[in-house]
């Protein structure tokens, strides 16, 4: 028995011990700091620098091709007193609220409709799909098109049904200017918010509506009190992100109107981009951006108490 | 999204009692089970006229676009000799005024090259930090994990001012690679996101049997878990291409010369004149700026959709 003991430990020695590089090569944390490396050098460098940057921006006086100095609150200061600032945070809440509002409304009952069985479903499906997938600017011109003073294709069709004899000048009255833009903001959507809460839709059981008709419940019984509350949690995160990019909208509005007529569709990235690159302020541009984040800070909590919320309601191992 | 084998009873069958007729209608009855209580008119009401009044609204931008592209300059701007919602003699002028007159070509080009550039950048990257934060589980995992979630609420707009500067200062200004190297930041929180979902779901046995059989998590990374997530590497990739393509602020902040735009800061800047005869051609520009991805959509419906909810459920 002792030779067998002898033999192994002998067979066993050219195996050297496992050196501090062996051990590093299998180290997660060491292999994780590699994998990660791609991703982060591009969010740091070009996310989260940016994000500091811009906030040290709207503290100086920095013009386009001449770095700024510190001048404290005084961009800030500046704004306070600009109505026409205060007027783009205006723009921005009513756009931000009104398009929201109105495209959860129609998401939902779309995608309501669009869980029906029916001929056809899967191409329905995929049209309403397309204005989401045609970039902004591009729709938006079509809109412009459409809401031309002129040679608007509204104002004609309402013409000959004789409920109105002038054209509308869509783009140019602060009121239809204003319903226009949100109007096109809507449209592009919509479609968004209604597939993903078709996909929240569909994870509904069945035997529930069944066990509810069996119990007399009427339709909106239903949808109040199964539909709704199986969805919440979707609708918190679908709504978080289109809060949250209707806020921030700009390529919409720069397609449609540049923020006009007087101001009256400006909103705070379009005042910015106008004050920071056209006009070549970027200190104060720098300042109307970041008086941005307080807002997104709060749609982002919204968004973190949703999900929170989501995993109360599935259990913790929620993947 | 998966559908339950709802047990599908005819309940009409049922109470006629069990006729051959009633057993081959629930055979053939693809329908969810109370469908019956649907009358046609009702169901015409309450699904099919609303249904259709919303695409009608969503789909006729495009109609109008594409008509607009076709019509001749005298049909588009009289509109009591022509019935504007038709036209009787569709011309190519727009389009052929936009691929021989313009630099629209050269605008495609540049879109497509900065979108394959910065997709697959990004989706390189997202890879290796999604197999990093579902599979090596590093300490703080879940922490980044939560920070490129934040990263992804994170709009242009309110980063287009610094990053303008950032861009200048490496002498990036006016070149393709500003987009290039700028654009990751806004797909790479998203398809990692994306891709963590889908890695999660790929068996961590395989991937222990490989490290069993002595390989190394590169080799784990790009001989298993790729191949398994083929459908999610598309869903990522295409989506990401459309965001590319549909990207405006920064491209219109970044790109100064008018050969090296891409197509939505072109047409928009470029075609808007003063001249009444522009939307012609302006339509057909918009028109050709979205169907490549029309088209490409058109192939990959599914994986949009589910990069779509995939993002948004995980």
């Known amino acids: 028995m002792a030779d067998i003991a002898l033999d192994s430990r002998a067979a066993r020695r050219p195996v050297r011990d496992a050196s501090a590089w062996d051990r590093l090569k299998v180290n997660r944390d060491w292999l994780a700091v590699w994998f990660m490396l791609p991703a982060m050098a591009f969010l740091i460098l070009f996310l989260a620098y940016p994000l500091g940057l811009g906030i040290w921006i709207s503290f100086t006086d920095a013009k386009i091709g001449r770095p700024g100095e510190y001048i404290g609150f005084e961009n800030y200061e500046w704004l306070w007193e600009d109505s026409i600032f205060w007027l783009s945070v205006f723009n921005t809440l009513l756009y931000t609220f009104v398009a929201s509002a109105i495209k959860f409304a129609v998401g939902l009952y779309l995608a309501l409709l669009l869980n029906e069985n029916m001929p056809f479903k899967a191409i329905l499906r995929a049209l309403v799909l397309i204005p989401f997938i045609v970039p902004t600017v591009l729709s938006a011109l079509a809109f412009w098109w459409i809401f031309d003073a002129q040679f608007s294709i509204i104002s004609w069709s309402l013409r000959h049904l004789d409920l109105i004899t002038e054209n509308i000048n869509f783009l140019g009255d602060v009121n239809w200017a204003r319903g226009c833009v949100i109007f096109a903001n809507i449209w592009r959507g919509v479609p968004f918010v209604a597939i993903t809460l078709l996909a929240g839709l569909q994870t509904v059981q069945p035997s529930l509506y069944e066990a509810a008709t069996i119990d007399g419940a009427t339709k909106w019984q239903m949808f109040r009190h199964i539909t709704y509350p199986l969805l919440t949690p979707i609708i918190a995160v679908v709504m978080t992100f289109s809060v949250l990019f209707t806020f921030t909208d700009f390529q919409l509005i720069w397609a449609m109107t540049r923020g006009g007529p007087v101001n009256a569709t400006h909103l705070m990235a379009t005042l910015s981009y106008q004050r920071a690159i056209i006009a070549g302020q970027l200190g104060e541009g720098a300042a109307i951006s970041s008086a941005m984040i307080p807002f997104l800070l709060a749609a982002i909590m919204v968004s973190w108490f949703g999900l929170q919320r989501r995993k109360w309601q599935h259990g913790e191992a929620n993947d | ?314």
């Open chain 2, 1 to 314: 999204m998966t559908d339950l084998p709802v047990p599908k009873v005819d309940l009409k069958g049922v109470l006629s009692g069990p006729s051959a007729r009633a057993a081959a209608a629930a055979a053939d009855d693809h329908s969810e089970g109370m469908s019956y209580l649907e009358s046609l008119p009702r169901r015409l009401v309450t699904l099919y006229l609303p249904l259709s009044i919303i695409v009608i609204v969503l789909l006729f931008p495009f109609y109008w676009m594409a008509l607009t592209a076709i019509k001749p300059d005298d049909q588009l701007l009289d509109l009591d000799k022509f019935n504007p919602f038709w036209t009787t003699a569709p011309t190519l002028k727009h389009i052929q005024k936009l691929l021989f007159e313009s630099h629209y070509v050269g605008w495609l080009w540049n879109t497509m090259f900065v979108a394959v550039c910065a997709t697959v950048l990004s989706i390189v990257a997202s890879v290796l930090a999604a197999y990093a934060i579902v599979r090596l589980r590093f300490r703080g995992a879940h922490w980044i994990g939560g920070l490129i979630f934040l990263a992804y609420l994170v709009p242009p707009s309110i980063l287009f001012i610094p990053l303008a500067t950032v861009v200048f200062q490496y002498g990036l200004f006016d070149t393709p690679f500003a987009l290039i190297l700028t654009y990751p930041t806004i797909l790479i929180p998203f398809s990692t996101w994306l891709l963590m979902g889908y890695f999660k779901t790929i068996p961590y046995e395989l991937e222990e049997c490989a490290l069993i059989d002595g390989a190394s998590r590169w080799q784990i990374l790009v001989k298993i878990v790729l191949p398994l997530a083929i459908p999610g590497l598309i869903s990522a990739f295409i989506f990401c291409f459309t965001l590319c393509w549909n990207e405006f602020i920064y491209a219109l902040t970044f790109l100064q010369s008018v050969e090296n735009k891409t197509v939505p800061v072109a047409i928009v800047n470029e075609f808007v004149d003063g001249d009444i005869y522009r939307w012609g051609s302006l339509m057909a520009g918009a028109l050709a700026g979205s169907l490549p991805l029309v088209v490409l959509y058109a192939f990959f419906v599914e994986h949009y959709v589910s990069a779509m909810t995939g993002a948004v459920k995980e």
